[in-house]
């Protein structure tokens, strides 16, 4: 349910798309009753709603800039940076040099050596923390139908059966990219991919934002800020919460490193700083919060749900191939059902019931498993490296061993259209 808003107090109008009533966010609540959590007050709910009219300014300047100079002669200029360094070009010109600066020289609040446990932990998820991310917040999300308009004006969206997976494709690289030792470093793998994500958004935002279905007063800015917080806090946060209940253990330590790899991984995505979290409690609060506000699910939510749980119909293996394509497709689906519930999973469109055979075999698994990694000595690093492999190696299940999962390859087109 929406309605019409006017300006909020000292700032601009509120997309309509922002709903009256607050939403039931079931695969949260009874963590939210556990910690105590309460509903977003007026003043946070106008906040999330007034952050829909807001982008990126830094990375939507230097794009601006970029087509005034020519893209085709600084975009070379910015790959070059990203790959190398600002430093790498000793003529680079102002505007280049000085984001490059302010994404290579992190805010104090960074600690790398809780940055590089939250890699760790990560890592340490294997592939059910894939299979979390998948299943839960990532298909789980299509409930939120104001991300979906965006997606839909896409080619990731237009490209119907395959849509959903090459996304995730493209998702799951990134995050292996994060999760990668020093991986967010300047100069490492997930500093480099996220900046790139980065730059991806700000062309999907001009791109989208300049055609003839896109209602500003409706749907607000493209890929704005309340979209890409939730989306950050989904794609990172979420999945270790949601493997919790999948009963992986972690020390209080452990959490708080997750939760500030996701406030520094989004800070170098473009969100502000007043949308990130400050601990894990901090993160539940701001996931719970954004969901209430972001679960309105349409007709866009089956458009893109179904594809995507079909995907595993259509995934890589070496033998035996419809037996276990059929398999997986009732494992991830056993999985879905068991943390979304039958009415989200009907919102979206898929079948109201598969039993929850996966989550019941694996929890005691992982129970004994991570128990295990905390009580004898360097179990965490071993977890973490047997961990790694497997979510290296789902990628040529989900994609196939030529990896045509490029990160952006499937809206990559835009920065010619933007």
Known sequence: MTRSHGPAANGPAIPTRHPVERADVPVLGPLIKLLGIKPPNDREWAAMGEALTIGDEPMDALVAWMYTAGMGQVRPLFDQALEHGIDSIPDAPEPLRTFFHSVENPPAWVDWDRIKLGEKIYQ??????????????????????GI??????TNTGKSGATGGGQRFAETLQWALDIMSDDGMRPGGKGFKSTLHVRLIHTFVRRHVAKL?????EEWGVPVNQTDMAVTMLGALYAPAVIG???????????????????????????????????????????????????????????????????????????????????????????????????????????????????????????????????????????????????????????????????????????????
């Open 212 to 216: 003839p279905e896109w209602d500003a």
């Open 124 to 145: 340490s998820s294997g592939i059910d923390g894939v299979y979390m991310a998948r299943d839960v917040p990532f298909l789980g999300g299509f409930v939120a139908s």
């Open 244 to 418: 919790m209940l999948m009963g992986n253990l972690y020390t209080p330590r452990e959490l708080d490193a997750i939760a500030h790899l996701t406030r520094y991984t989004g800070w170098l995505m473009g969100i502000e700083e007043r949308y990130l979290p400050n601990s894990f409690l901090d993160a539940a609060k701001m996931l719970y919060h954004y969901l209430t506000a972001l679960s309105t699910p349409d007709e866009t939510s089956a458009q893109l749900a179904k594809p995507m749980a079909s995907d595993p119909l259509t995934w890589h293996y070496s033998n035996l191939v419809t037996v276990r394509r059929t398999i997986a497709w009732a494992q991830h689906l056993s999985i879905s059902t068991a943390f979304l519930g039958r009415q989200r999973m009907r919102e979206l469109g898929l079948p109201g019931y598969m039993p929850p055979w996966y989550p019941v075999l694996r929890i005691p698994v992982n129970v004994v498993r991570s128990g295990a990694a905390l009580l004898l000595p360097g179990g965490r690093e071993r977890q973490a490296r047997a961990g790694s492999r497997a979510q290296h190696g789902f990628m040529d299940t989900l994609i196939g061993p030529k990896r045509d999962g490029a990160i952006g390859g499937s809206v990559n087109y835009i920065n010619h259209a933007a």
């Open 148 to 153: 979906n308009h965006t997606l839909l004006l």
